[in-house]
């Protein structure tokens, strides 16, 4: 029987969703729209516009050139094409403008629902001192250092590392992206530290609030995705393990995250579902942690859809896009915690146009393409043999997710996935991710955010 949405005034019923992304997230969210009987409307920039997935959304529609900055974040151009075509919300994707504050308020002062959190929402959350105080405030635990501005009295910052305890990191209060900190190992340095991070601040983010907090040396980057509908009801669906980084961008991500006592993460999570009731959030978001000797330390919270949900809709059945959008019409979350049962263990390798040696991004035609196929695998991906994969943007062209009862059975299904996958034409991280999968240290499970880059070090040098 179909549902039928049950609005507030805060969440008109819509029938159309504008798609304001591409590449795989545009296209899975169209899938998921589809599924709820929607209709789709997807905005391209003109480098996308022979991209062959359009013709699955109802309207395709070019709204400017290759940059960026003129077409997948041109917001005027998106809600122009929202009104002309009568979409009632908009699905940002991930990136883009999936976490700005701005762009969530104008398309909701245009009448119409941003599929994720109010601008509010974001707005505390992208402001990292903010984001602190309100976890503070729910009980997440956080990394050790005071949740406010550092004071520009030297004495007094001296004060505060020497109670944190060195090494500390400073950090930009609008960073993002890895970008916009430093770790101080002693005060012989730190002053220059804050002035160096203050600029860079200034300039990266429009603001230099900084703030300081305790550098932990060896930890595992461990997430916990909540789910929330707009009448109070939220639920966590599990955490993943997305320590296998290289330059803070994740390579592989998995759930759960091994090896984790439930009698340690169940009182974070539950934390991180009461902080979301608290400020009264919306939609699908990620808590960020470090974990260090049994300890979770909040970093972040992402308020989107991220590029590694598959994972935890793989172990909890839960379809993360279509309850997202459930949840912007205003429907109530049709399951409550006890229902939330998470099985067997999945992974995501990330498949990036990109050379495996240099990183160096590898743009071009793909002129053969065999997928992997068979029981426990998916494949998120855009891409097909005579896609011309664009210079302009991330590599990412595909995402390879296997989920078996067992991690031990799903490292086995993830390198028949990786051996049968064929990418031709253009280079691709696929010899890398082959080989990690080969590795006894990943294999054991636990690794911290450091291991790839120094598994990529030993390789680059024997
Ligand atoms: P961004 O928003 O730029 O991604 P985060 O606060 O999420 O910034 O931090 C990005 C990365 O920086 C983390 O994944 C971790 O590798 C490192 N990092 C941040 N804070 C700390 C800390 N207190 N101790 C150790 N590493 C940290």
Known sequence: MPQVAQHDERTPGFDTVLIANRGEIALRILKACKDLGLKTVMVCSEADRQASYGALADNFICIGPASAGKSYLNKDAILLVARMTGAGAVHPGYGFLSENAAFSAAVEDAGMVFIGPTA?????????????????????????????????????????????????????????????????????????????????????????????????????????????????????????????????????????????????????????????????YRGVGTFEFLYEDGGFYFIEMNTRLQVEHPVTEMTSGVDIVQAQI??????????????????????????NAEDPETFLASAGTITGLRLPSGPSIRVDTHVHAGYKVPPYYDSLIGKLIVHAPTRAEAIIAMRRALAETEID???TNLPLLRALFEDEGFAAGGTDIHYLEKWLKRRSVS
């Open 120 to 280: 509010q929402s974001i707005a505390t959350m992208g402001d990292k001192i903010a984001a602190k105080t309100a976890m503070i405030a729910a009980g997440v635990p956080c990394v050790p250092g005071p949740d406010s501005e550092l004071p520009d009295d030297k004495a007094a910052v001296e004060a505060i590392a020497a109670d944190i305890g060195y090494p500390v990191i400073v950090k930009a209060a609008g960073g993002g992206g890895g970008r916009g900190m430093r770790v101080v190992t002693d005060s012989s340095v730190l002053h220059e530290s804050i002035s160096t991070t203050r600029e860079e601040a200034r300039q990266a983010f429009g603001t230099p609030a900084l703030y300081m907090e305790k550098f932990l040396q060896h930890p595992r980057h461990v997430e916990i995705q909540v789910l929330c509908d707009v009448h109070g009801n939220a639920v966590w669906l599990g955490h993943r393990d997305c320590s296998m980084q290289r330059r803070h961008q994740k390579v592989v991500e998995e759930a759960p995250a091994p090896g984790i006592p439930v009698d340690i993460i169940e009182p974070v999570a539950t934390a991180c579902v009461t902080a979301c009731q608290q400020i009264g």
């Open 326 to 351: 459930k949840a912007a019409q205003g429907i109530p979350l049709d399951i409550t915690q006890v229902d939330v049962v998470t099985e067997g263990h999945a992974f995501e390798c990330r498949i």
């Open 425 to 427: 034409g253009i280079s």
